[in-house]
């Protein structure tokens, strides 16, 4: 993809979208503590704060939980 391409508006945001619905889905359905190592350190591998509160969704959508 060259930077030609991105100055289109419409591929711009349509990437934009898809990058962030890819974040969304793995935030919702893979994350084990990974996207909070950063902000909260050991805390979040133990705590595991998105998995909690994604947990009734992963197993609503089948996704790996346990
Ligand atoms: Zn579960």
Redesign the pocket.
Known sequence: MSAHVLKNPAVLAGTLAVLAALFALFATLLDQGQLLTPVLGKAAQTANYLHEFT?DG??LLGAP??
């Open positions: 947990h992963r197993h939980c346990h």
